[in-house]
């Protein structure tokens, strides 16, 4: 009852061109059935997501390490609530980042939680910089 | 199956058949001889109506399944074609879709009887945990089941169920990736939850065998919880429970019908008439009533994997109930605190229930962690406590003379029902709270709609002005793709002739194709043919509106409503309110305003409305006076054209409905008579009995 060969095969990387994300906008993309949100951060987003004690944060993680180094401005997260699976809306809450509507999670400018029942911070889907303004995820 | 059988047919081809498989006997001596206590209550004949609602589901899910596709594309579209194309389609839908939430309710009773009466206890301890075997199959099934129409609270229902078990640490991960055949609910999952949800119905067929066999050894439990003695503790199960148990289906059936017929939305969700999108999530999202009081224990909890272990323990516990209540007494009647705190439990259910519907801030969360320890305490605390302290007033010594001692005087549960009382006061006042909290929109006003109540109709000129400004106005933007030009002549509908509908189909074009040489071509339109899209395909008509794609007006009436609130949701059971969607689609088209008012501040590119959830709306105001020429001498009014065109979009959402109701009318007729058949029956045959 796994995935069938074509699942799988339909879920292979996809690469995605960033040049037309102009800065504080976001995309979605689709990748294995699931929303994957590109944010093209601005620099008030970066420094609030930096100037965070990690330690206070319910599941501690350093900006640096969510995002690819050198390409600080590009967060890329699986938009899919760490609660119970609903989408969270970009640009909303109280954090500059994501506000799940189903129950009130709070993810911040770097996709971390910050309020709400959610347990973890949105996931960083496997991907690589192909070039400066490609990526490839998967 | 209660023993060896002396039964011999007096047919003889019956009796070779008796010599090789003896199945009469079997019959024999399970429904006819086999004995039953004669104190038995109405509560009792809820096994009955579980088998006839079991019986129900199979009959018509077979049904239903011979005209669906599993297919994450076409299954919500083969649901709404089913209801309109399938002879009596609409029928067999809702008797599957009310018949779950029927089942259930049986079920509750059912159970609750049990836990009343103490039917649990020795020697009844596996036929209890049976009993609960088969809750938990149906509890899946009727998930599984809600996930096929492919609406917006089947796929979000499926995703935040499915999610539950990611929860289990290490293994949670793979397991959830197993249950849908994917990385996310797909089609795969789809498929998959139809195959199990045509095969667990038959699983708990299985079950319920065992679940007889085992009450048949062990002998039915009664309300004064002594069991049988003598002969002249019991009646033969046929006529007399046979009887009975009619009686009690038929009164059952009434209850189904008021569903089927006139309430088929009542208890649904009116998101799951919106298409599956797994972009947007709905922003409630609430499983069926059912599952409610499980609902709100597992959101009560903070943590993810301590609210899911919650939930499942909750049901789980009851498989335990024989031993942490040890009370030697079984029957509540006989124990003065185990009846008040089963009333508190009964209580404590429904608020739970009610918990799970709300939005999970503020005062709801801490209401639902209190009302969580209390269903907890219950059983873990309550019930053994009681088997310890309780003295429990004595017992009859059989069940003849509980039968003859029988007086009319009865205890009320006085302190129980004050709590129960306080309980729905404070209900109450939470939920006027919430209304005031609840600042997104304005309640739209109430209308009086021709196809409203038990005997309600569509205005035949109404549909055809509504008509009329569907084409001109909405169509510009608008989808009808669940209607073809035939509806408009049949009957229920803007009362049109064949010959009229395929006048007007042939103004359309439609595209077909591929023709000979492999191109398409536009010819006129046909009577079979559904109305063109405005747009080829939900990107360009989000490219074309500012981003917001124009939603397809065939189901709107029944895809939006708004909350009724507390004390209205039960008055309107009573009076078939019906019409949220229709009040709504009115309350949008007439409420819009030029200026915002003070404090609301509207997007770029959307306008001000009163009665839109949020108030900013990407449609702008599509209506105006004199926009659309009657040729009836109707008034040309916004009011006029928001009222025509709300009683069409009715009829294309539900165009089978006035068949609905004159069908409902004449089974509710043949069911009264029925019922009182029964009724007099049943008297003569337990006349000797009492």
Redo the contacts between chains.
Sequence with gaps: MNPDASTIAAGAPIEVDLSPVAEGQDIKVFWRGKPIYISHRTKKQIDEARAVNVASLPDPQADEARVKSGHDQWLVVIGICTHLGCIPIAHEGNYDGFFCPCHGSQYDSSGRIRQGPAPANLPVPPYQFVSDTKIQIG | MSGPSDYQPSNPALQWIERRLPILGLVHSSFVIYPTPRNLNYWWTFGAILSFMLGMQILTGVILAMHYTPHADLAFKSVELLVRDVNYGWLLRNMHACGASMFFFAVYVHMLRGLYYGSYKEPREVLWILGVIIYLLMMATGFMGYVLPWGQMSF?GA??I???FSAIPYVGESIV??L???????N?TLN?FFSLHYLLPFLIAGVVVLHVWALHVAGQNNPDGVEPKTEKDTVPFTPHATIKDGFGVACFMLLYAWFIFYMPNYLGDADNYIPAN????P???VPEWYYLPFYAIL?SI???LAGVIGMFSAIIILCFLPWLDAARTKSSKYRPLAKQFFWIFVAVCILLGYLGAQP??GIYVIAGRVLTFCYFAYFLIVLPLLARIEKPRPVPNSISDAVLAKTGSRSTPMVSTAIVLALAGSLFASSIDSARANEGSDKPPGNKWSFAGPFGKYDRGALQRGLKVYKEVCANCHGLSYIAFRNLAEAGGPGYSVAQAAAFASDYKVKDGPNDTGDMFERPGRPADYFPSPFPNEQAARAANGGAAPPDLSLITKARSYGRGFPMFIVDFFTQYQEQGPDYVAAVLQGFEDKAPEGVTIPEGSYYNKYFPGHAIKMPKPLSDGQVTYDDGSPATVAQYAKDVTTFLMWTAEPHMESRKRLGAQVFVFLIIFAFLMYFTKKKVWADSH
């Design positions: 979000w995703t935040v499915t999610n539950l990736t197993l849908w055949g994917g990385y996310s609910v797909g795969p998959r797994p972009g947007v999530t922003p409630h999202i959101r903070p943590n993810k999970p801030e």
